[in-house]
DNA sequence: CGTGCTGTTGCTAG
DNA sequence: ACTAGCAACAGCAC
């Protein structure tokens, strides 16, 4: 389910539910994701200790407690979804989270759930989160980030490769995924397949506006524009964004009606339309 | 049955 | 400094 837009509404839902809530158990059915989860450290830091504050940064969310962060990040296809029962409901359900209300009345089951186990728990002192090495050579978040335009600019100068992975490198900017990089470009009207180094600042003012444009407006429509992503109890969650061109290949253009070309950009399939984009 | 895709990211070799 | 290629995995469309 992952690009910014997925993790942020996630992040909110979840923020909603637990902040203020105390971790009473973390289970774990498996630790063998991207990364070894820690288990012991992440039982010790959490278990007994109030949700201070849950946030995102780039695509994971953040568990605050006093002294100690929780970094969850979904892969490819992962998920944490609360649900009444405290035993796994799905087939990949690696963890479950139990939550306890201040009033120890009430209980809530946060589940992760990762087919692909690409995704990753981890944990590590609030002190050293900004140097955990997740989050060390990271670019600005492109939502906070007003002057995106000229950054992206000045960090091009060298790059030869195409734009579209150029806006993708985490480490120039955050948050723009597969998706995201087609349909901001198709918007600002440039070609993926441009070589970086190759736009001027203008046409980065363009690209930076509507990649925050595009995001923001995933976010408002509630982070649902993926075929797969549900919601716990199975609904797809009222609207759904409408997507310029991710997918829909040979598919009339929106603007022109000229069939969407589709090529492969560093291993992924990009999309475009010939006539509007250049 | 296989084959070739899929939302991520970081390592490797060049 | 920069880049392409690949690897990790399960599920699904064909």
Redo the contacts with the bound molecule.
């Keep these: 389910?992952?690009?910014?837009p997925?993790v942020e509404c996630l992040t909110r839902a979840v923020a909603n539910a637990a902040e203020g809530w105390r971790v009473h158990s973390a289970v774990f059915y498996r630790e063998?994701l991207?990364d070894p989860i820690p288990v012991a450290s992440f039982k010790a830091a959490f278990e007994g200790q109030v949700l201070k504050r849950i946030h995102r940064r780039?695509?994971?969310m953040i568990w605050e407690t006093a002294n100690d962060c929780g970094l969850f990040?979904?892969?490819?296809?992962g998920n944490l979804l609360e649900f009444p029962e405290a035993a796994p409901q799905r087939?990949?359900t690696h963890a479950i989270f139990t939550l306890e209300n201040p009033a120890k009345t009430k209980k809530r089951f946060f589940h992760f759930i990762d087919?692909?186990?690409?995704g990753r728990i981890n944990c590590c002192a609030v002190a050293e989160l900004g140097g955990h090495?997740?989050f060390a050579?990271?670019g600005p978040e492109p939502l906070e980030s007003a002057d995106l335009g000229k950054h992206l600019f000045k960090t091009s100068?060298?790059?030869?490769?195409?734009v579209k992975?150029?806006i993708?490198d985490?480490?120039v900017v955050?948050?723009v995924?597969?998706?995201y990089?087609s349909e901001s470009l198709y918007r600002a009207k440039v070609l993926p397949t441009r070589?970086?180094?190759g736009l001027t600042a203008k046409e980065y003012k363009a690209v930076a506006t509507k990649i925050r444009e595009v995001l923001a407006e995933a976010i408002r429509a509630g982070g649902t524009?993926?075929?797969?992503?549900t919601h716990a109890d199975g609904s797809k969650g009222e609207f759904e964004m409408k997507l310029g061109v991710?997918g829909r290949s040979k598919k009339p253009c929106r603007t022109c009606k000229t069939p969407i070309s589709e090529v492969?950009l560093?291993?992924?399939?990009s999309f475009f339309c010939a006539k509007c984009q250049h």
Excluded: T, W
Excluded at 1 to 4: A, H, R, S, T, V
Excluded at 225 to 229: E, G, N, P, V
Excluded at 266 to 269: E, F, K, P, Q, W
């Design positions: 389910m992952p690009e910014l997925e063998d991207r780039s695509k994971y990040h979904l892969g490819m296809s087939k990949h087919p692909r186990r690409f090495a997740y050579n990271l100068r060298s790059r030869k490769v195409p992975n150029f993708m985490a480490s955050v948050g995924g597969n998706i990089a070589s970086a180094q524009s993926f075929r797969d992503y991710y492969r560093a291993g992924r399939s």
